[in-house]
């Protein structure tokens, strides 16, 4: 009599533990499509802030350099239109022109996995002095630069621009 019954409910099944089965499969299946999306997001995510903070780095060296090239002049450097000798004047550089390659002084510096030596260009500014002058007192001859560094990360897709302003005192 137990065989019996026991061979009507195996008659009885129709498979649903096979077909619900499959659909856990099919869910977990789905969610682990979506992590690994999600995993490969934030792994270009990590690298392009890495990428962004080595350019970073890199302009700051070279705003450094230019700074210190100022600082070791003993007498001002005659600015031109074409920075040839260093410093230009005023407004003859744009430094969003894409021609850092000829233009702008290369630096060297410590950094690993830059494409590209990062550069600087250093503007003499007119700044009137009128402000500085009492008749008590002698000019104080200063000279003001604006110095815009540029540089690339391990890419030429991550590029920092940086500026500062610059004075000496000759």
Known sequence: MYTQNRSLSLNRQ???????????LLVMTILGVQGLGTTILEEKMSGNYRDNHIAFEAAEAALQEA???????TVPPVANSTGSNGVWT?????????????KGLSVTTGISNLSANPRY??????IPLGAEMTSQTALTQKYFYRITARAVGGTNDAEVLLQTTFAKQY
């Open 67 to 73: 700074e210190n090239w100022i600082v070791t002049r």
């Open 121 to 126: 260009i250093i503007e003499e500014l007119f």
């Open 14 to 24: 129709c498979g649903s533990v096979l077909f619900i089965s499959l659909i856990i």
């Open 90 to 102: 005023e407004g003859n550089f744009s430094m969003y022109s894409g021609d850092w390659s000829s």
